[in-house]
T-cell receptor
Framework: AQSVAQPEDQVNVAEGNPLTVKCTYS??????LFWYVQYPNRGLQFLLK??????LVKGSYGFEAEFNKSQTSFHLKKPSALVSDSALYFC?????????????FGAGTRLAVHP | NAGVMQNPRHLVRRRGQEARLRCSPM?????VYWYRQLPEEGLKFMVY????????ESGMPKERFSAEFPKEGPSILRIQQVVRGDSAAYFC???????????????FGSGTRLTVV
């Protein structure tokens, strides 16, 4: 079955420290990978995506993610966390195999950045 | 370009009533996807529609839930005889075509938060 795993329910980081939010996937075909962020009582905001090319992709608000095909991972990273980064982060995948493909989400990881 | 518009933002219904959630896709988008987010959970796919067609409803509960995307007007997610377990945030996304949706990461609306009392 196609799935996305975010192994950590919550990640706690001190402001100014680097952060990592983990994501692994299990899909057939070539994956298109995404990260979204959700602030309280808001919709999803697109952060970044990997479609093809360079394994390190850069996105909004200083976030980046690295696609690792051998480990089937797409971890989200930021060199220096801000308190305003505190939110719910979702990893998602489209298992592209031609034709119609839907977005499959992980369960989400709550990021808490402490002053 | 106004983006994906969902209304209402908040909806309160008593058990047994009907809930109607509306989604207007981005201009030029003819593909709509509905997702449900239960409290403290991730987003679960419900249904994918093109204009006047349901393409994939594999995530829709078998009873009480239906969706449509008419030729004119918004997409509607309809929940009949609501129960407390239907309380959730319902998100809509749109894309011009599935492939372009993949490239552009889909555009999501702000969601409708349904509370069943």
């Amino acid at each position: 079955a196609q799935s996305v795993a975010q192994p950590e329910d919550q990640v706690n980081v001190a402001e100014g420290n680097p952060l990592t939010v983990k994501c692994t996937y299990s899909v057939s075909g070539n994956p298109y990978l995404f990260w979204y962020v959700q602030y309280p009582n808001r919709g999803l905001q697109f952060l970044l995506k990997y479609i093809t090319g360079d394994n390190l992709v850069k996105g909004s608000y200083g976030f980046e993610a690295e696609f690792n095909k051998s480990q089937t991972s797409f971890h989200l990273k930021k060199p220096s966390a801000l308190v305003s980064d505190s939110a719910l982060y979702f990893c998602a995948v489209i298992p592209f195999s031609g034709g119609y493909n839907k977005l499959i989400f992980g369960a989400g990881t709550r990021l808490a950045v402490h002053p | 370009n106004a983006g994906v518009m969902q209304n209402p933002r908040h909806l309160v219904r008593r058990r047994g009533q009907e809930a109607r959630l509306r989604c207007s896709p981005m201009k030029g988008h003819s593909h709509v996807y509905w997702y449900r987010q239960l409290p403290e959970e991730g987003l679960k796919f419900m249904v994918y529609l093109q204009k006047e067609n349901i393409i994939d409803e594999s995530g829709m509960p078998k009873e009480r839930f239906s969706a449509e995307f008419p030729k004119e007007g918004p997409s509607i997610l309809r929940i009949q005889q609501v129960v407390r377990g239907d309380s959730a945030a319902y998100f809509c996304a749109s894309s011009p075509r599935p492939g372009q949706g993949a490239n552009y990461g889909y555009t999501f609306g702000s969601g409708t938060r349904l509370t069943v009392v």
